[in-house]
Every structure is written in structure tokens, then in C-alpha cells.
């Protein structure tokens, strides 16, 4: 049995979640991945994945294992790229996930220009505000915007964005503008389903001057650009990254209050599984999305 190439038959019935679709992938027959995985068991006199009629799942063994392969099989890569005299353009697939919104303003267009400079790249894109489990799911990178939650990822700061407060001109000429924070409970307020407290908003006059204002929100969601919408439409007040509520501003449709009590910053970080095998691929884009956002204008 070739133990690197059974490997790589493990983490793609994992990645796609079938023996059939690995089987496709790697242009093999079903059976011969069957046996390929069932060799590896035996090698390891351990299970690694558990099988049912409906679904594959990880046992806790395999999923140990899973997170080495990933990062063995990415050196073995990077190795032979180098002994094989390739060139220092880094190359392969690399799968990553954003935010929905940042993914559009900010992912797509660094991708493009990222994409162009290094032609042998390859990219598969999952965008979600929900947190992501980056093994189970098999991607080699996340962005995110905030506090990392993830303890068990190693998390790069690449770049940060502030929080902005927002309402549409109609809303507040038919409601009033909110003078303090405090004001805000008397208002129609909206709540981010993934912030850290959905229903409670931060701010920030000075260093040593902070509050935290509770609310009943009016609406929740769990995308930061629907909330923005339904603000510009008039139904409520919405805080979010300047990314998102930037461009509102710039045309009008939302107007930012409160801006002698800024939101804190936020960071933008690049999250992977860990520091070391980290693949070419990965190490040579979250530099450039690090060099690529400090370039960036402000969105507000």
C-alpha cells in the first residue's frame, strides 16, 4: 500500500463525504477506495471513520489523524514543488471561508488580482457568517472579523475595520437622532445573530469612557447587509463594519450617528489549523491579503 496515497483517499472521502464522490474525484473506482481506506484501518489498528446507510462522520481517531494528513500531505507538496525545481509561484487549491459581506467587497476582488499574479492557483470559496469548523469541513483558511472564538486555531491579525452606528434619514427624521448611546434603548435597534452579544452594542468615547447599552431588538438576522437594507429602508437603526455601511453612507441611504462614541476596532484575521506544514499556498495569501487590505481605502 502507498501510505501517502492512501491518505489522500482518506481526506477526500472526508473533504466530499463519500466514498463514491472521493472515488470520482481521484478518477478511481468505488471498491479500490473502499479498500484503500480499509488497509489504512488496518495499518493503524484504528477506526477512523464511522459509517452508517446515510452519512460518514469522523471518529475522534480520525479526525486526529485527519488534521496530520492535512498538514503532511501539504509539506509532501510544497517538497516536491521545490525538489522539482518549480518556480517560488505558490500553486495548488486553496480552499478557504469568509463572511458573506466581506467576501463580496473585499475576498473577490483581492482574489482576482491574487489569482492574476499567480496563474497555477486554484480557489474554492465557502462564504458564511456562521463560524466554521475548518477540518471537519476541510478548508485550509478562514477570514474573520472580530475576536477570535476558535482556540484551538491559530489566528493572524491582517488588517482591522471599526463599527459603525447607522439609520436612514427618514427613520430619523421620523423618529429623532439618538444624542447618547443610552438613547438607543428608546429606539427600534437591530441584532447580528453571530455578534458576541447580539443584543448589546459597545461603545467607546475615550480610553478610560466605555458603556455597554442592552436592547430588545426590533429584528435579528444573521447577515450584517440585510440588516443594512432593512436600515436603509427605514425600519430601525443597524450597527455593523465599516465594509458593509460604508457605501450606504456614501450614497446617502443610511446616515452614521453617534460618531463621537465609536464601536471598538475590529480585527481581521486570517485563522488556520497550525502554524507549523503550513502550506506555501496559505502562508503566500494571507501575506497578501494582509499587504492587499493595508492598501484599501476606508469605507467610511
Known amino acids: 500500500m502507498d501510505r501517502f496515497a492512501a491518505m489522500n483517499v482518506f481526506c477526500k472521502v472526508v473533504e466530499l463525504g463519500s466514498f463514491a464522490a472521493a472515488a470520482e474525484h481521484l478518477e478511481m473506482s468505488t471498491s479500490a477506495v473502499s479498500r484503500q481506506l480499509a488497509q489504512l484501518e488496518a495499518l493503524l489498528d484504528a477506526r477512523l471513520l464511522n459509517r452508517s446507510t446515510r452519512r460518514l462522520s469522523l471518529t475522534e481517531n480520525g479526525r486526529a489523524y485527519y488534521e496530520r494528513c492535512l498538514q503532511l500531505l501539504a509539506e509532501l507538496e510544497e517538497v516536491e514543488e521545490m525538489v522539482g525545481n518549480a518556480d517560488a509561484s505558490p500553486r495548488g487549491t486553496l480552499r478557504l471561508t ?70 436612514s434619514p427618514d427613520y430619523l427624521a421620523r423618529h429623532g437622532t439618538p444624542q447618547s448611546p443610552q438613547e438607543l434603548t428608546q429606539h427600534a435597534c437591530f441584532a447580528y445573530a453571530y455578534a458576541e452579544e447580539a443584543n448589546a452594542w459597545r461603545f467607546q468615547r475615550d480610553a478610560e469612557t466605555e458603556l455597554q447599552v442592552r436592547f430588545e431588538a426590533s429584528i435579528g438576522a444573521n447577515n450584517g447587509t440585510v440588516l443594512a437594507e432593512l436600515a436603509a429602508a427605514g425600519h430601525g437603526i443597524t450597527r455593523a463594519p465599516e465594509f458593509i455601511l460604508g457605501p450606504y453612507i456614501a450614497s446617502g441611504r443610511l446616515k452614521a450617528i453617534l460618531t463621537d462614541w465609536p ?8 485563522m488556520y489549523p497550525s502554524r507549523k506544514h503550513l502550506a506555501a499556498r496559505v502562508r503566500s495569501f494571507v501575506s497578501f491579503m494582509e499587504t492587499w487590505l493595508a492598501r484599501q481605502p476606508a469605507q467610511a
Open 98 to 167: 469568509a463572511p458573506i459581506s466581506f467576501g463580496a467587497t473585499h475576498l473577490a476582488p483581492a482574489l482576482g488580482e491574487f489569482a492574476r499574479l499567480h496563474p497555477a492557483m486554484k480557489f474554492d470559496v465557502q462564504l458564511s457568517d456562521r463560524p466554521v469548523d475548518l477540518i471537519e469541513e476541510g478548508l485550509d483558511l478562514a477570514i474573520r472579523i472580530g475576536r477570535p472564538a476558535h482556540q484551538n486555531l491559530v489566528a493572524r491579525r491582517i488588517g482591522s475595520t471599526h463599527l459603525l452606528t447607522c439609520a
Open 263 to 270: 464601536g471598538p476596532a475590529l480585527p481581521i484575521s486570517a
